[in-house]
Every structure is written in structure tokens, then in C-alpha cells.
């Protein structure tokens, strides 16, 4: 008798001992209610200061207009996803991450879009490329982007353009020379410099299918016209001047053709 009053307390402070653990852990995960609201909203924009194209207080426009802006609303009903997928969808943000914190802080981190080129085409078609070749709407933006000009489709600027922007942009010479990429009529790409009256015309760009392939001759052919470039501009500018043409081309190897400009009298 006295083995089965034994067993049955052992059984009873084992019990007791579950409930007492369940109660603490409920105890420890129900911290006081005021935790549990989300009290601060912290929206942190990488690159702001070299990428202006959305800043905090767009951000947060963009999560009320969506019904998501966290502040006030208890912790349990914000969807940090929800926060991520509606601000991914925005034209301007390369990734967004949120979180939340005990102390009813909500972070959101914002990673914008890196353009390369803006396009201003003849049709007024005008818009960014960012360096994932995507296109990128018109935006108050302003920065000290390469400028492409012409005629420019949207297939054009992402497979010819977006590459050539990038390698001329990658080259420190050319980075500090051109401002401007003009596209003629038959695709002819002239390169606008930042000093002197010409323009430097290097001829059709080579064209692939193949996005890597495209991005390969690209290089070459922009490499092998400004190695030219830069030995006629050491070399033969030296004494005519910057003033002396109207334009520089490099279309044909081996051969650089000047056209002079005439002042009337």
C-alpha cells in the first residue's frame, strides 16, 4: 500500500512539475501586452546617398497605401512577407527584408536598384537600365549617369546599349571622357565627349543572340576602337587641338578618318 501511495505522489509531482513548466514557458513567451504592438518603424535605405531613387519616406507611403505600415498594429498581425513582396514589386528596389524585435520594433531594409544608363530615345521614350540589363521607369532622379540619345527601341537599349554603358563605364578613361552615347539611324553608336567640338564614331556594334556572347564581342569592340582613340588623341591631337574636328571615327581598322571643321570668314 504504502509503494503505490509512494508511486502515485511520484506521479503527481511529475505533474505538477509539467505544470509549472508549461506555466513558466507560457509566462516567458507572454511578455506584458504593450510588447506585442508595434511601436517604432525603422526603414533603412542602402545606397541613398549615391541612389536616389527611393528613400524612407516613400517607403513608408507605399506600405499605408498598401494597408502594411506596420506602427500601432499588433506585432502578431504584421506579415513581415507581405512587407518584403509589396515593396519587391516596386520598380526601384533590388531587395527588401523585414523583421521584427520583442521591444515592438519593426526593421525594414531596403536595397535599391543600380543604374547604368539613362535612355532618352527619339520616340520620347525615356527611362533607366540597371546593371541586371532591366528596365527602369523615369524618376526625379538625377546623377552622373551616361546618357544614351537616339534611336533607341526598349530590345535595343537591354541587349546593345545596357552592355556598352557598362564596359564604357568600367573604363576609366572613358568613364571621365564621354557623357553621352548617341545611336544613329542605322545603329551607328557615337560617343559624345565631355571636352571638345567633335564626336568620336566607332560603327555598328557587333550583334549575338547570346546574352554572354553579346556582353564578350561588346568589350572587345569598345576595347580595340578606345586603345585607338587613346594613342590618336595623345599623338595626333597634341598639336591640331581638341577644336580642330568635328568628328573622329573609328569605324574601319587601321584607320582613323577626321572630319575637320571649316570656320566661314
Not at 588623341?233 to 580642330?244: D, F, I, Q, R, S
Request: one cysteine or more; charged letters at 25%; aromatic letters at 10%.
Amino acid at each position: 500500500m504504502s509503494s503505490r501511495l509512494k508511486k502515485a505522489g511520484l506521479i503527481l509531482a511529475d505533474l505538477m512539475l509539467a505544470a509549472y513548466i508549461i506555466m513558466a514557458f507560457s509566462a516567458f513567451n507572454k511578455p506584458e501586452e504593450k510588447l506585442y504592438v508595434c511601436k517604432a518603424v525603422n526603414i533603412v535605405v542602402e545606397d541613398a546617398s549615391t541612389h536616389g531613387f527611393i528613400d524612407a519616406k516613400e517607403v513608408e507611403r507605399r506600405l499605408n497605401k498598401s494597408g502594411l505600415y506596420p506602427k500601432g498594429k499588433a506585432l502578431s498581425q504584421v506579415s513581415t512577407r507581405k512587407i518584403e513582396e509589396t515593396l519587391q514589386k516596386t520598380p526601384f528596389v533590388h531587395k527588401a527584408e523585414c523583421y521584427k524585435t520583442q521591444d515592438g520594433t519593426v526593421t525594414v531594409s531596403i536595397t535599391q536598384r543600380l543604374p547604368v544608363v539613362r535612355i532618352k530615345a527619339v520616340n520620347n521614350d525615356d527611362f533607366y537600365i540597371d546593371d541586371q540589363d532591366c528596365i527602369m521607369p523615369n524618376s526625379e532622379y538625377t546623377s552622373d549617369l551616361i546618357i544614351a540619345t537616339g534611336y533607341i527601341s526598349r530590345d535595343y537599349a537591354v541587349k546593345y546599349v545596357s552592355p556598352l554603358a557598362r564596359t564604357l563605364m568600367a573604363d576609366d578613361l572613358c568613364r571621365n571622357l564621354f557623357e553621352q552615347i548617341n545611336v544613329t539611324k542605322g545603329h551607328g553608336i557615337e560617343l559624345v565627349p565631355r571636352l571638345g567640338g567633335h564626336v568620336v564614331y566607332l560603327g555598328k556594334i557587333p550583334e549575338s543572340n547570346i546574352k554572354q556572347e553579346r556582353q564578350r564581342i561588346i568589350e572587345q569592340f569598345v576595347n580595340t576602337k578606345i586603345q585607338r582613340l587613346e594613342a590618336f588623341y595623345k599623338y595626333g591631337l597634341k598639336e591640331a587641338g581638341w577644336n580642330m574636328y568635328s568628328e573622329i571615327s573609328l569605324e574601319f581598322d587601321n584607320q582613323i578618318i577626321c572630319k575637320r571643321i571649316y570656320n566661314e570668314e
